[in-house]
């Protein structure tokens, strides 16, 4: 199975001010199709995940442009540039390439 | 409007079993991979299984293969999971996501609510 790892496990962070949450994958997420299967979900707290961000950098509809995802092969990374206080919750890496599909232990994301 | 609802979810005895269904609506289920997802309470997600758009195909997390069986009835809009042999391990909200369409679950783009499974003496 392909092992997802999330840094960091939780994050405080200031209103206003740039987040990040790296995710690393224990082998390359490229698929044979030439896509890489990796998003990136939001659980606030009492609800269910929301996707916002597929195959690496792709934002789902309705989703800020504040959120972005980069990366490739087995380093990725979800950024915020600046932190609202709706942003208050669990973030979720996912892969998708391979069975099992694996998700990230979650980052916690709190304000300072 | 994308709705998913989850409902089944019950206090069952070790060993017992149940059924999950996931009524799907806004959109053909027929199109589309689905997902079931869980997360035990305080935990993160842990995959469950998921099944082809067309249902040719069903894959499993090794913790439930075997055990658990996912369906569909593109007829019903539903998507079904049924339970055999429960563990005090399965204790989980159970979650229906929506894969990708005409796809192998590339992602999981909407969401349901989740319904409770307590397996529990």
């Known amino acids: 199975d392909i092992v997802m790892t999330q840094t960091p496990l939780s994050s405080p962070v200031t209103l206003g001010q740039p987040a990040s949450i790296s995710c690393r994958s224990s082998q390359s997420l490229v698929h044979s199709d030439g896509n890489t299967y990796l998003s990136w979900l939001q659980q606030r707290p009492g609800q269910p995940p929301r996707l916002l961000v597929e195959r690496i950098s792709n934002r789902f509809s309705g989703v800020p442009d504040r959120f972005s995802g980069s990366g490739a092969g087995t380093d990725f990374t979800l950024k915020i540039s600046r932190v609202e206080a709706e942003d208050v919750g669990v973030y979720y890496c996912?892969?998708?390439?391979?069975?099992?599909?694996?998700f990230g232990q979650g980052t916690k994301l709190e304000i300072k | 409007e994308v709705q998913l609802v989850e409902s089944g979810g019950v206090v069952v005895q070790p060993g017992g079993s149940l059924r999950l269904s996931c009524a799907a609506s806004g959109f053909t289920l027929d199109d589309y991979a689905m997902h079931w997802v869980r997360q035990a309470p305080g935990k993160g997600l842990e995959w469950v299984s998921l099944i082809n758009w067309h249902g040719g195909g069903t894959y499993y997390a090794d913790s439930v293969k075997g055990r658990f069986t996912i369906s569909r009835d593109n007829s019903k809009n539903s998507l079904y999971l049924q339970m055999n042999s429960l563990r005090a391990e399965d204790t989980a909200l159970y979650y229906c996501?929506?894969?990708?369409?005409?796809?192998?679950?590339?992602?999981?783009?909407?969401w349901g609510q989740g319904t409770l499974v307590t397996v529990s003496s």
């Open positions: 996912m892969q998708a390439t391979q069975f099992p599909r694996t």
């Open positions: 996501a929506r894969g990708d369409y005409r796809g192998s679950g590339g992602h999981a783009d909407y």
